[in-house]
């Protein structure tokens, strides 16, 4: 079992449409979950992180982390065609010396279509 | 402006040989980290170093080897062990204190192909 899970997709959406994004993760003990958006041959950028169960919003993006079914999400409101992009899920590493280091799932492809 | 610079932005090795990219950073952050992207996959850690003279081997740091001579510079060394080196290479960075602290700060990669 992979630690961090995603479907790679391509998850395909009209423009306007709320496109939703999984990740599953295997171990109980993670505390913290970050989305990074990576365009094709950029580097990754973080949309949002989150440590609570529940939602948390940021403009046009939602995070939701139930640790209890080990799994986050990221809903994507009124979706353009700019959101198409890799979006990668990660969980942060937990314990001392863990500072930073994360690790990631393979990513989903998300293609906004107008 | 504060960043992290990558160089170069492509790289070609040859058969049995050593190349190095570089990595450097004036965002004064004390942790460094290389990753690893295959096409279709997510980052996989190479090496990370906290501070300055010290650093820990990831989950793939076989074929790799890093320093830390300064905070400002974290240089990874492609050896002639690593079989498979073809792969986008990112550094990143970020700040031992503050919240969060696993954000990472990105370079814009190096493509290293094999001749």
Redesign the interface.
Known sequence: QKE?E?N?GPLSVPEGAIASLNCTYSDRGSQ?F?WYRQYS??????IM?I?SNGDKEDGRFTAQLNKASQYVSLLIRDSQPSDSATY?C?R?THGS?N?????????TTLQVKP | DGGITQSPKYLFRKEGQNVTLSCEQNLNHDAMYWYRQDPGQGLRLIYYSQIVNDFQKGDIAEGYSVSREKKESFPLTVTSAQKNPTAFYLCASSPVTGQPREKLFFGSGTQLSVL
Request: hydrophobic letters at 35%; aromatic letters at 16%; glycine letters at 24%.
């Open positions: 961090v995603q790679s913290s970050f041959g950029k580097s990754p950028e973080l992180f440590y990668l990660a942060g010396g500072t930073g280091k994360l690790i990631f799932g393979q990513g």
